[in-house]
């Protein structure tokens, strides 16, 4: 029993066309955990972190989604945190970084945040004269 086995399973299932189908990859997967319970329940666990990764990106991403077309994100990771747009880009979106989804640590949302309040302070206190 391996994790790329139950992801075949769970891609499977979400992936059926029909209910019949569906009914044949849950018999797979209780004969699974059947056969290895504490087995496929760590593969589970780490399923779920993998979602739950994937979701955060998600909700970074639509958070942000109204300003990322007038926003510099190059500004932002130059001036915020000294790394590159892509780098920025990146975990704004998900991406995969050495098979991994790029994330935040808190302490980057923190920035990101001040980062983006910052910006619309000065947006607010600019008021041209003709």
Not at 40 to 67: F, H, N, P, S, Y
Not at 119 to 129: C, E, V, Y
Request: aromatic share 6%.
């Amino acid at each position: 029993m391996d994790k790329e086995y139950l992801d075949c399973l769970k891609n499977r299932y979400v992936n059926a066309s029909n209910e019949k189908d569906r009914v044949k990859v849950l018999e797979e997967i209780r004969r699974a955990c059947d056969e290895n319970p504490k087995e496929v329940a760590g593969i589970a666990v780490e399923q779920l972190k993998e979602t739950l990764e994937r979701i955060d990106g998600i909700l970074i991403r639509q958070q942000m989604e109204e300003v990322l077309p007038f926003v510099s994100l190059a500004y932002i990771a130059k001036t915020y945190f000294r790394k590159s747009r892509q780098w920025l880009y990146q975990r704004i979106n998900g991406l995969s970084v050495n098979g991994k989804p790029a994330r935040f640590t808190p302490a980057e949302l923190d920035t990101l945040n001040i980062a983006l309040k910052e910006m619309g302070q000065k947006l607010a206190s600019i008021h041209i004269i003709a």
